[in-house]
């Protein structure tokens, strides 16, 4: 990671018209994620009457968590460059490719996208709790967040990979569809231990609107140092300094 590629932004920053464009298609984004997939998780627990997960419930939120992270990251693309993710906002941060004041932004929006979804959730479904992550049995919150570093790093990595590289070519299209499939994939391995979060914003609304906590810095500890390692890697190995350009305004 150069260190100059790093950068702070300015105060007005924040009042910019594109940074508040991008700052509300972040909270969209995140709305739309987080409703599709802890409204999921909450149909599942509806239809079992709250019975223990099953493989096929597993299935059902990786298909449901994938499906809306391709559309969340899709349409918010062109606008904020679709983090729907603190922890990608953080490693692209990182890598240069948007300035801590616009970051801290985009986590503002995207805190409140999934914490607003959450709400109409407990609304729409009279009152259903949104389930906060939590670990399953004998899983150790050492587990966990090993879970989470390695599970993010995967995700970052794939974000840099297809939609951040400059180099990136025709596989930019699939940048979306991408990130998607190793976030349900992701579940797939993890989501029977600690929920699989990979998203401190995800694992956020819920916590606020059930107020429970427990375990909570897992999520938050472990997407970020994934996150930061990926960037940090990919960046240095794969983009490197020679291919450094002005920085962007987060649209990778």
């Not at 909270?27 to 909450?42: D, P």
């Not at 997960?53 to 939120?61: E, I």
Request: net charge negative.
């Amino acid at each position: 990671m150069a260190i100059y590629k790093i950068a702070i932004g300015t105060l007005g920053e924040a009042s910019r018209p594109d940074a508040i464009r991008a700052a509300l298609a972040e909270f969209f984004s995140m709305l739309i994620f987080v409703f599709a997939g802890e409204g999921s998780g909450m149909a599942f627990n509806k239809l079992t009457d709250d019975g223990s997960t099953t493989p096929a419930g597993l299935v059902a939120a990786a298909l449901a968590h994938a499906f809306g992270l391709f559309v969340a990251v899709s349409v918010g693309a062109n606008i904020s460059g679709g983090h729907v993710n603190p922890a990608v906002t953080f490693g692209a941060f990182l890598g240069g490719n948007i300035t801590l004041l616009r970051g801290i932004l985009y986590w503002i929006a995207q805190l409140l996208g999934s914490v607003v979804a959450c709400l109409l959730l407990k609304f729409a479904t009279g009152g259903l709790e949104t389930s906060a992550f939590s670990l399953s049995s004998d899983v150790s919150v050492w587990n966990a967040l090993v879970f989470e570093i390695v599970m993010t790093f995967g995700l970052v990595y794939t974000v840099y990979a297809t939609a951040v590289d400059p180099k990136k070519g025709n596989v930019g299209i699939v940048a979306p569809i991408a990130i998607g499939f190793i976030v349900g994939a992701n579940i797939l391995a993890g989501g029977a231990f600690d929920g699989a979060s990979m998203n401190p914003a995800v694992s956020f609304g819920p916590a606020v609107v059930s107020w429970s906590w427990d375990n909570h810095w897992v999520y938050w500890l472990g997407p970020l140092i994934g996150a930061g390692i990926a960037a940090i890697v990919y960046d240095n190995i794969f983009i490197g300094d020679n291919t450094h350009e002005p920085l962007p305004t987060a649209d990778f």
